[in-house]
């Protein structure tokens, strides 16, 4: 059986390694990808630092940039030459920290002309992420095609995105306003303003000043924030606080797993995935923590969200690519090790940690 490289976690916080495994000859509506460009996101770290949901050795990754070079009989999407781009996450042979991707075709999507593999990979886990949370935690409508003139109820009622700088709070700004919403607020740090407005932000709070909760409640006074996502699920960087923003009747979605104490060259990471455990939440909050994994039992997304939805909003410029920061290194090895350290050091800054795969 052909084989190629990938990399896989052998232990808590040990270094990564490559191992060779089976190439999988796509089946069905299926197809093979050349991976050439991925992203790390935290989840790579907290299968690393922390082990959750791993059996050792695990491969990682689960965004992908690259060249369809086999096709299933049943496939009708794709062809072999296609640039695609997804997000692919179920099993082994779907990872992304690989040279060879094989899975359905319904998870990816063509790159749009114009954009380069790693600018295409910066969307997929991220822009998924925000509708998943979007419809499924926070009750917003998100209608494709969007109708000419739409407008959705409660337009001009207050989103907080919390973590706005972050990967998925920045398409989550973008798609707010592709939706008509006209009263989003942003905290990030006072660095990422300006790109947050120039995005569709109306207000931007900085995290860092201690009066951000008292600033945010003040900008709400009249109506309250009845949609909130934490884009960081921080249990005191985010949580907390976001905590005492959410008043009854408001819906709050955290992404998981919520942080208790971040991985460290000296800690191990500490997690909880039951958001109401972590925080004093007010009577009458909603709270659900983010399992985007579960966005294909939505069915229309299943069948359009990545290979059209997200297909569209890159090609017409409904969002715009995270800037992207380029892991060097001279070795698939090499660079994998260098992100995965990167993400412990927490490094990117409103920007994606972006690397080769395939040489």
Same mark, same amino acid.
């Given at each position: 059986?052909?084989?190629?490289?990938?990399?896989?976690?052998?232990?808590? *916080?040990?270094?990564?390694?490559?191992?060779?495994?089976? +190439?999988?000859?796509?089946?069905?509506?299926?197809?093979?990808?050349?991976?050439?460009?991925?992203?790390?996101?935290?989840?790579?770290?907290?299968?690393?630092?922390?082990?959750?949901?791993? +059996?050792?050795?695990?491969?990682?990754?689960?965004?992908?940039?690259?060249?369809?070079?086999?096709?299933?009989?049943?496939?009708?999407?794709?062809?072999?030459?296609?640039?695609?781009?997804?997000?692919?996450?179920?099993?082994?042979?779907?990872?992304?920290?690989?040279?060879?991707?094989?899975?359905? !075709?319904?998870?990816?999507?063509?790159?749009?002309?114009?954009? +380069?593999?790693?600018?295409?990979?910066?969307?997929?886990?991220?822009?998924?992420?925000?509708?998943?949370?979007?419809?499924?935690?926070?009750?917003?409508? +998100?209608?494709?095609?969007?109708?000419?003139?739409?407008?959705?109820?409660?337009?001009?009622?207050?989103?907080?995105?919390?973590?706005?700088?972050?990967?998925?709070?920045?398409?989550?700004?973008?798609?707010?306003?592709?939706?008509?919403?006209?009263?989003?607020?942003?905290?990030?740090?006072?660095?990422?303003?300006?790109?947050?407005?120039?995005?569709?932000?109306?207000?931007?709070?900085?995290?860092?000043?201690?009066?951000?909760?008292?600033?945010?409640?003040?900008?709400?006074?009249?109506?309250?924030?009845?949609?909130?996502?934490?884009?960081?699920?921080?249990?005191?960087?985010?949580?907390?606080?976001?905590?005492?923003?959410?008043?009854?009747?408001?819906?709050?979605?955290?992404?998981?797993?919520?942080?208790?104490?971040?991985?460290?060259?000296?800690?191990?990471?500490?997690?909880?995935?039951?958001?109401? *455990?972590?925080?004093?939440?007010? #009577?009458?909050?909603?709270?659900?923590?983010?399992?985007?994994?579960?966005?294909?039992?939505?069915?229309?997304?299943?069948?359009?969200?990545?290979?059209?939805?997200?297909?569209?909003?890159?090609?017409?410029?409904?969002? #715009?690519?995270?800037?992207?920061?380029?892991?060097?290194?001279?070795?698939?090895?090499?660079?994998?090790?260098?992100?995965?350290?990167?993400?412990?050091?927490? !490094?990117?800054?409103? #920007?994606?940690?972006?690397?080769?795969?395939?040489?």
């Amino acid at each position: 059986m052909a084989t190629h490289s990938a990399v896989v976690t052998v232990g808590i *916080k040990k270094p990564l390694q490559v191992h060779q495994v089976p +190439t999988v000859t796509p089946q069905g509506d299926e197809v093979r990808v050349r991976v050439e460009w991925t992203a790390s996101t935290p989840l790579d770290l907290h299968q690393n630092d922390g082990g959750l949901l791993v +059996t050792h050795p695990q491969r990682l990754g689960d965004g992908i940039a690259g060249t369809v070079v086999e096709v299933g009989p049943n496939a009708t999407r794709l062809r072999v030459g296609d640039s695609v781009f997804g997000f692919t996450w179920r099993s082994a042979q779907e990872k992304a920290h690989q040279e060879f991707c094989t899975t359905n !075709e319904w998870l990816l999507a063509r790159v749009p002309e114009g954009f +380069t593999l790693q600018e295409a990979v910066t969307l997929p886990n991220n822009l998924v992420t925000v509708f998943h949370a979007f419809t499924a935690d926070l009750d917003i409508a +998100t209608p494709w095609p969007k109708g000419e003139g739409y407008v959705p109820e409660g337009a001009g009622r207050a989103v907080l995105v919390w973590g706005g700088a972050s990967s998925v709070g920045l398409y989550a700004v973008q798609v707010l306003r592709y939706y008509g919403y006209t009263n989003i607020m942003a905290v990030a740090s006072a660095k990422h303003h300006p790109k947050l407005k120039s995005l569709g932000a109306t207000h931007t709070f900085d995290y860092h000043d201690a009066a951000v909760v008292s600033q945010i409640l003040a900008a709400s006074a009249n109506a309250g924030i009845p949609k909130i996502l934490d884009c960081i699920g921080s249990a005191k960087g985010s949580v907390a606080p976001v905590a005492q923003i959410a008043k009854a009747g408001a819906k709050v979605a955290v992404l998981l797993p919520v942080v208790v104490r971040d991985s460290s060259e000296t800690e191990d990471p500490v997690y909880e995935m039951d958001v109401r *455990k972590v925080a004093a939440w007010g #009577e009458g909050v909603q709270v659900a923590g983010v399992r985007t994994h579960f966005y294909l039992q939505n069915e229309f997304f299943k069948e359009h969200l990545q290979p059209d939805v997200m297909y569209a909003m890159l090609k017409e410029g409904i969002v #715009e690519p995270n800037p992207q920061r380029i892991v060097e290194g001279g070795t698939l090895l090499e660079r994998a090790q260098k992100a995965m350290d990167a993400l412990r050091r927490k !490094e990117a800054s409103g #920007e994606r940690l972006v690397w080769r795969v395939a040489d």
